[in-house]
């Protein structure tokens, strides 16, 4: 970014989006004069800084989402966006297939004529020209393993999470008539306030008593659900337990565990996992 006049100051943005002054003589300063700090051009960029990490921020959200989601995404979208940085970053080295699910490889590029760069699974790159691809949920990826090993060999640093985020596969010899999953229930809190803000800040809804979960799977979303008690923000601080897990359709009607999805199935085990980990632990039994 250039450089924007301040007083008898230039002022810009370096790579960390920090705001950095040069005196007249072009010499760059360790830090910003103090009669700079309310300067309309270095409000300006902090405020251009705020509007760039929430850009970035609802970039990775809606990646993460058609990932979440499996969805069919149309090449001329991923080539209308790849030139900003922000959207590049959420989108680079994501496993794409195609419409079919078979894997195409790992997105490098995305140009409106030569179509997308790919790492194909042989480490060659690759220009394909389909008119949609997906960005598949890990678990709907039958060689994982295989992609997570090849991955690390060549060096990929997903920004969404694609690959190295922890799946749950339904177990084999689940019945398929049950309603509920305990295997995280029982996980204890020091009241319901600490049970509450650890479901918030692992971004999850809260509805009534629940810890909730939406996943759009096959044309229909249904919902992961956890009791985590109904808030009170009189609450004396009593413990609290985290019930079991369980799935609904949107109108609230229990789901049996045979009917619930992979992806649904994954997304609601790592949120019962994920509010297990934060639980008090007493002993390395408990850690265990």
């Known amino acids: 970014m250039g450089w ?16 950095v002054c040069r005196n007249a003589a072009g010499r760059l300063l360790k830090s910003l004069p103090a009669k700079l700090r309310d300067d309309p051009a270095v409000v300006g960029l902090r405020q251009l800084t705020e509007w760039l990490d929430q850009h970035e921020q609802q970039c990775l959200t809606d990646v993460e989402r058609w990932m979440a989601r499996s ?4 090449a001329a979208v991923l080539v209308q966006v790849w030139p900003d940085p922000s959207w590049q970053s959420a989108l ?22 030569r179509g997308l760069g790919l790492v194909d699974l042989d480490g060659d790159t690759v220009r394909i020209t389909p008119e949609l691809v997906r960005v598949p949920h890990p678990v709907l990826l039958d060689d994982l393993d ?16 694609q690959l ?10 689940l019945d398929p008539e049950g309603e509920q999953v305990d295997t995280y229930a029982g996980a204890r809190f020091d009241g319901q306030r600490s049970l509450h803000s ?22 229909r979303t249904v919902e992961a659900r956890i ?18 897990l369980t799935w609904t359709d ?25 509010l297990h980990a934060g639980r008090v632990i007493e002993n390395e039994e408990q850690a265990a």
């Open 4 to 19: 924007v006049p301040a007083g008898d100051y230039e002022v810009a943005l370096d790579g960390a989006r920090k705001v």
């Open 227 to 244: 009791w985590i008690g109904e808030f009170d923000p009189y609450d004396g601080g009593d413990d609290i337990e985290t019930g079991p």
């Open 92 to 113: 680079r080295d994501l496993v794409v297939t195609d419409e079919d699910g078979k894997v195409a490889g790992f997105l490098r590029d995305a140009d409106g004529t």
């Open 250 to 274: 949107t109108a609230g009607r229990t789901v049996r565990l045979g009917q619930v999805g992979p992806v649904a199935w994954s997304e609601g085990m790592r949120m019962a996992a994920a």
């Open 71 to 74: 969805l069919a995404v149309p």
């Open 198 to 219: 650890r479901a918030a800040s692992l971004g999850y809804r809260i509805r009534g008593d629940q810890s909730v979960c939406p996943v759009f799977e096959d044309g």
């Open 164 to 173: 190295f985020r922890e799946v749950w596969r339904r177990p084999a010899d």
């Open 146 to 161: 295989d992609l997570r090993e090849f991955a690390v060999e060549l060096g990929v640093e997903q920004k969404a999470g």
